[in-house]
């Protein structure tokens, strides 16, 4: 038995060797740029409110977006890899409603994305079973277009914890990074082209902070009292003869039906024991109720700062900071060790183009083929990406912008 399981297990090596052994990469198999495809949901059109019309003008956006692509110098006839572009008419965010404070989608210029892929070229079996494919996975290059979720929301660390559950658009501002192949970077994994000079993010004004914080804080207030009111009307049901009596008689009400002659007996016991350990949540609704007067207390904080606050203090930009003090976090624009409280600049827009005009092209999921130190396999992925960014015409890109 012994030898015949080494033997399986041999041959299923070589097996898995031979496979490995024929499938290779081609490096000189001339590629091709696949079909263009395009998709738009039912279900975005209506969240956008774009006409058949529009839709019809954003692909052509984004198919001129395509030709500039394709002629970049080693992609426009391929060797060794083959291109799938893909376009898209959505919002990265993937949300069908804007959250309060931003514009509505119908009234914003339309979101797009164009998705760019390099596939290698390789080839399965040998001899006259040989096959060549050039799909599967590779690293891609995402272009968003119009769409400003996608920079503020990508960068690392971006959220503010106390208004993870609120809906709000309001984020950190990431550290300043060096450029990439010409390309402002946002973040670790966003490339920026736009041609005005105002930025992709607006300041968040110190009022309207705390007025999200006690906001968040009111939030928080309702589970927290939901809690403390849970376990206090528990000690309550242990505690309270009335309700005890009332179980009680209920118990001897249908303890003809039951087959036990100790039912209340056994019940009656149970009772008991039930108002003993009432003792034992006396602690936790103490701490329950201490966590509930000082979420109480800095509610009450953060609207006497806000009502304290003068004229100028009240447009000054916010930022957030590492503190133990909730209050503390939240300060005045600029200070040491705190970032930036910022949103999406809506008025980067010219709201007088049509909304398929493309007016602000974001790039992405490059990181992971710049931060790479072993050099690729093949031609395709990153290969092909990092040339990509390296050459592409960025004039064309901004005369194509408007």
């Not at 990469?25 to 039912?42: H, I, L, M, Q």
């Not at 207030?221 to 000690?235: F, H, I, M, T």
């Given at each position: 038995?012994?030898?015949k399981k080494?033997?399986?297990?041999?041959v299923?090596?070589?097996?898995?060797?031979?496979a490995l052994?024929?499938?290779?990469y081609v490096?000189?198999?001339?590629g091709?740029?696949?079909?263009?495809?395009?998709?738009?949901y039912?279900?975005?059109?209506?969240?956008?409110?774009?006409?058949p019309?529009?839709?019809?003008?954003?692909?052509?956006?984004?198919?001129?977006?395509?030709?500039?692509?394709r002629?970049?110098?080693?992609?426009?006839?391929p060797?060794?890899f083959?291109v799938?572009?893909?376009g898209?008419?959505?919002l990265?965010?993937?949300?069908?409603?804007?959250?309060?404070?931003?514009?509505?989608?119908?009234?914003r210029?339309?979101?797009?994305?164009?998705?760019?892929?390099?596939?290698?070229?390789?080839?399965?079996?040998?001899g006259?079973?040989?096959?060549?494919?050039?799909?599967?996975?590779?690293?891609?290059?995402?272009?968003?277009?119009n769409d400003l979720?996608?920079?503020?929301l990508?960068?690392?660390?971006h959220?503010?914890p106390?208004?993870?559950?609120?809906?709000v658009?309001?984020v950190?501002l990431p550290p300043?990074?060096?450029?990439?192949?010409?390309?402002?970077?946002?973040g670790?994994?966003?490339?920026?082209?736009?041609?005005?000079?105002?930025?992709?993010?607006?300041?968040?004004t110190?009022?309207?902070?705390l007025?999200?914080?006690?906001?968040?804080i009111d939030?928080?207030?309702?589970?927290?009292?939901?809690?403390?009111?849970?376990?206090?009307?528990?000690?309550?049901?242990?505690t309270?003869?009335?309700?005890?009596?009332?179980?009680i008689?209920e118990?001897?009400?249908?303890?003809?039906?039951?087959?036990?002659?100790?039912?209340?007996?056994?019940?009656t016991?149970?009772?008991a024991?039930k108002?003993?350990?009432?003792?034992?949540?006396?602690p936790?609704?103490?701490?329950l109720?201490?966590?509930?007067a000082?979420?109480e207390?800095?509610a009450?904080?953060?609207?006497a700062v806000?009502?304290?606050?003068?004229?100028?203090?009240?447009?000054l930009?916010a930022?957030y900071?590492?503190?133990?003090?909730?209050?503390?976090r939240?300060?005045r624009?600029?200070?040491?060790g705190?970032?930036?409280?910022?949103?999406a600049?809506?008025?980067?827009?010219n709201?007088?183009?049509?909304?398929?005009a493309?007016?602000?092209?974001t790039?992405?999921?490059?990181?992971?083929?710049?931060v790479?130190?072993?050099?690729?396999?093949h031609?395709?992925?990153?290969?092909?990406?990092?040339?990509?960014?390296?050459?592409?015409?960025k004039?064309?890109l901004?005369?194509?912008?408007?």
């Amino acid at each position: 038995m012994r030898n015949k399981k080494w033997l399986a297990a041999t041959v299923m090596s070589v097996m898995g060797s031979v496979a490995l052994a024929q499938t290779r990469y081609v490096a000189n198999a001339p590629g091709t740029w696949k079909p263009w495809r395009f998709t738009a949901y039912p279900d975005h059109q209506r969240a956008l409110g774009a006409r058949p019309s529009d839709v019809k003008e954003v692909e052509a956006q984004l198919l001129r977006l395509n030709e500039i692509l394709r002629k970049v110098d080693g992609l426009t006839k391929p060797v060794g890899f083959s291109v799938e572009t893909v376009g898209l008419l959505e919002l990265a965010s993937g949300r069908l409603s804007a959250i309060p404070g931003e514009p509505k989608l119908p009234a914003r210029p339309l979101p797009a994305q164009l998705n760019f892929g390099a596939y290698p070229v390789m080839e399965f079996g040998s001899g006259t079973a040989a096959k060549r494919v050039d799909t599967g996975e590779t690293a891609q290059l995402l272009f968003f277009v119009n769409d400003l979720s996608q920079p503020l929301l990508s960068a690392p660390d971006h959220g503010v914890p106390e208004f993870e559950r609120l809906e709000v658009d309001v984020v950190r501002l990431p550290p300043p990074q060096p450029d990439v192949f010409g390309f402002e970077r946002y973040g670790a994994d966003t490339l920026v082209l736009k041609k005005g000079a105002e930025p992709i993010w607006a300041a968040v004004t110190y009022s309207e902070t705390l007025a999200i914080v006690a906001r968040g804080i009111d939030q928080r207030l309702v589970g927290e009292r939901d809690a403390a009111n849970r376990v206090q009307a528990q000690y309550d049901e242990f505690t309270d003869p009335a309700k005890r009596a009332q179980r009680i008689a209920e118990y001897k009400k249908i303890a003809p039906l039951q087959k036990d002659p100790a039912y209340v007996d056994k019940m009656t016991k149970m009772e008991a024991v039930k108002e003993k350990s009432a003792a034992t949540l006396l602690p936790q609704i103490a701490s329950l109720k201490a966590v509930v007067a000082r979420s109480e207390q800095e509610a009450a904080a953060a609207r006497a700062v806000a009502a304290g606050l003068s004229a100028a203090e009240k447009v000054l930009p916010a930022c957030y900071a590492r503190d133990n003090e909730l209050l503390a976090r939240f300060r005045r624009a600029p200070a040491p060790g705190c970032d930036p409280l910022v949103r999406a600049n809506w008025k980067l827009f010219n709201p007088a183009l049509p909304r398929s005009a493309p007016q602000v092209l974001t790039i992405s999921h490059f990181e992971r083929c710049i931060v790479a130190n072993q050099p690729s396999a093949h031609e395709g992925g990153c290969t092909a990406n990092k040339r990509l960014l390296e050459s592409i015409d960025k004039a064309a890109l901004l005369a194509w912008l408007q």
